[in-house]
């Protein structure tokens, strides 16, 4: 049995018989016409035999690997951004964010493809440019270089700048549970950590409540 949660750039997969997750290019996916018992994500409905949508996906999953009562999850990944808070394991809030304001997950990881950014020598302070587009974002980094500023310091900037609009997407929590791509980002861990306890999840939570799913 294989789930598979199918974004706009990854995909992460995992088989229920050898618990193996396996996380490819979307575009592998496309190519080889890879079907799932179980999917969620943008790219997972035409071939999932059972779809599950991805904010469901990632409630159950957030349920079945945090033990508290009250928290906040936030998914990160290459088009959008989802949230869901739960009051007594209940979830009270869940919230979509989707379009060029949530498109700076692509975009960072084109610029940074194009520029060969490390983003563990990126230093965080308190600067940062406010970016609500995808492609805005492009112009903000290019014009900060042009202006003089080192490529470096222009990426810090905006990674700085998408964890403030993370942190008011989520009003704002003392402590954060982050999942998807950029639980992988060492600098905006850095960011968003300025404003809130921050816990990585990595990329697999949505898997996570699929499994519970294909449990119940």
């Given at each position: 049995m294989i789930f598979g949660d199918a974004g706009s750039?990854?995909?992460?997969?995992?088989d229920r018989q050898d618990k193996t997750v396996r996380i490819v290019p979307t575009r592998e996916l496309v190519q080889d016409d890879i079907q799932f018992d179980w999917g969620t994500g943008h790219t997972a409905r035409r071939r999932s035999t059972s779809f599950e949508n991805d904010l469901i996906s990632l409630t159950r999953g957030a349920l079945a690997l945090i033990d508290e009562q009250d928290f906040t999850v936030l998914d990160l990944g290459s088009r959008d951004a989802k949230l869901v808070r739960f009051d007594g394991r209940r979830p009270v809030k869940?919230?979509?964010?989707?379009?060029?304001?949530?498109?700076?997950?692509?975009?960072?990881?084109?610029?940074?493809?194009?520029?060969?950014?490390d983003f563990e020598k990126l230093v965080i302070?308190?600067?940062?440019?406010?970016?609500?587009?995808?492609?805005y974002a492009v112009e903000r980094i290019m014009d900060a270089v042009s202006a003089g500023a080192s490529v470096e310091d222009a990426f810090a900037g905006f990674i700085h700048g998408?964890?403030?609009?993370?942190?008011?997407?989520?009003?704002e929590p003392k402590k954060l549970y982050l999942s998807g791509g950029f639980t992988l980002n060492p600098a905006f861990i850095?960011?968003?950590?300025?404003?809130?306890?921050?816990?990585?999840?990595?990329?697999?939570?949505?898997?996570?409540?699929?499994w519970a799913f294909a449990v119940d």
């Amino acid at each position: 049995m294989i789930f598979g949660d199918a974004g706009s750039s990854w995909c992460k997969l995992i088989d229920r018989q050898d618990k193996t997750v396996r996380i490819v290019p979307t575009r592998e996916l496309v190519q080889d016409d890879i079907q799932f018992d179980w999917g969620t994500g943008h790219t997972a409905r035409r071939r999932s035999t059972s779809f599950e949508n991805d904010l469901i996906s990632l409630t159950r999953g957030a349920l079945a690997l945090i033990d508290e009562q009250d928290f906040t999850v936030l998914d990160l990944g290459s088009r959008d951004a989802k949230l869901v808070r739960f009051d007594g394991r209940r979830p009270v809030k869940l919230d979509w964010s989707v379009g060029c304001a949530a498109a700076t997950g692509a975009t960072l990881e084109m610029l940074s493809r194009f520029y060969e950014i490390d983003f563990e020598k990126l230093v965080i302070d308190d600067r940062f440019t406010s970016v609500t587009c995808g492609t805005y974002a492009v112009e903000r980094i290019m014009d900060a270089v042009s202006a003089g500023a080192s490529v470096e310091d222009a990426f810090a900037g905006f990674i700085h700048g998408l964890a403030r609009n993370a942190f008011n997407f989520t009003q704002e929590p003392k402590k954060l549970y982050l999942s998807g791509g950029f639980t992988l980002n060492p600098a905006f861990i850095t960011a968003l950590s300025r404003y809130a306890q921050v816990f990585p999840m990595g990329r697999t939570v949505p898997l996570a409540g699929l499994w519970a799913f294909a449990v119940d």
